[in-house]
């Protein structure tokens, strides 16, 4: 009789820019875990056409060894290695749970997918693991100053992959607002400090309904394996759908969430991103402007940068028929969201820095918005205004 098979290896993927917090949630998971393995791919010398795979447990090591590239692309070759790993290491049945370690730049959420959805020697994944928790590694200390700049990950041998033009600001406020579980390296001289404060304050402020974890003690609480929602962490950081953070204001951090219905003048609102983008260490949320009024666009900045990505159509745009073709998460949003004159179509932005000055934010935005004169030419009067976010989109039809 063949043995029954293992239980599904529970994995928990931790993340995060700064390594020494990553390193060390990954030691307190080992130490709560002594039937635990870590697997860790180096991107550091991708450049030269090295991954380097390491694993390993309480005992020591296991295993290094060199993973070739695929196309060229270090992130691929560490998507394609991942599976076949973690099905050797569920089918070993040696080991009650796999830590993933991410390397510095990588996101998390891709990775997720991969391991909730791939296929790993013919047989589905998820008889053959879970994901129990994705834990990004924060240290307070650092994380304004991160969320400040314009530097590169290439600038600090960061990225993932060649081409990779993610910024140091983008890649963090992106690992923070995926992960289930933040874990705080508070080191013990910085205890009760303003630094501190702030740090947890903006930590909260970008992700609130995460769980924040103290990596002082000698353990990391069950929560950081207690299971993770791939659905509804897909959906709470898909631009259509999320949740913006509440409006807050506690330990010199602050956080606006601006929301009106009427649409914004594309010039006005393209002459105000030099002042609303470094406004904030933080901005993200959906808009619409006046002469694309079918298209919801997302608005998307950390540090100096913003990126404006098309998310599809508005729901009012579309005869009822046509609503079926969409997840019934996004139906119900536009539904609970709708208004009789613009339907599912909104601005809604949020704004988190430290000293962040919302009155003059609200005024800039405030003023982007069409006058009552401009609102009084309709849609076919709307499109015909100069169209000065021509270079971020496909020509209008």
Known sequence: MPSPPHPPLPVVVVGGLHRAAR????????????????????????????????????????????????????????????????????????????????????????????IAEGQAGGRDMAE??????????????????????????????????????????????????????????????????AELHTGQALLRQLHPSARMLELRSGRLPAEAT??????????RVNPALALLPQPADHAGVSTLVWEH??????????????????????????????????????????????????????????????????PPARRAAAALDWDPRYGDRVQRLSFTAVGLDADGITAVLDSCLLTDAELALGEHGWKALPDAFADYFDPVA
């Open 23 to 114: 390193r060390q949630t990954v030691l307190r998971l080992l130490a709560d875990r002594p039937d635990a393995v870590v697997l860790h791919h180096d991107l550091s010398a991708a450049s030269t056409g090295r991954v380097r795979r390491t694993r390993w447990d309480v005992t020591g090591p296991l295993d290094d060894t060199t993973v070739p590239l695929t196309n060229d692309c270090p992130c691929c070759a560490l998507r394609e290695d991942l599976l076949p790993e973690l099905r050797r290491i569920s089918e070993g049945g040696h080991h009650g749970l796999a830590v993933v370690e991410l390397w510095g730049g990588s996101d998390p959420h891709p990775l997720v997918e991969v």
């Open 128 to 193: 053959l693991v879970t994901v129990a928790g994705v834990v990004t590694a924060v240290d307070p200390l650092r994380l304004a100053a991160d969320l400040s700049v314009d530097d590169r990950l290439h600038d600090h041998g960061l990225h993932t992959c060649p081409d990779d033009g993610r910024t140091v600001a983008e890649a963090l406020a992106h690992q923070i607002e995926y992960a289930g579980v933040l874990a705080v390296a508070v080191p013990y001289e910085a205890l009760g400090s």
């Open 226 to 235: 207690a299971g993770f929602d791939v659905a509804a962490a897909r959906d």
């Open 261 to 326: 219905r009427r649409p914004l003048h594309p010039v006005r609102f393209h002459e105000a991103l030099a002042d609303l983008v470094p406004a904030a260490q933080r901005s993200r949320g959906r808009f619409w402007l006046a002469n694309r009024p079918a298209l919801m666009l997302a608005w998307d900045a950390a540090g100096g940068a913003v990126a404006v990505e098309e998310l599809g159509p508005w729901l009012a745009d579309l005869p009822d028929s046509a609503w079926e073709d969409f």
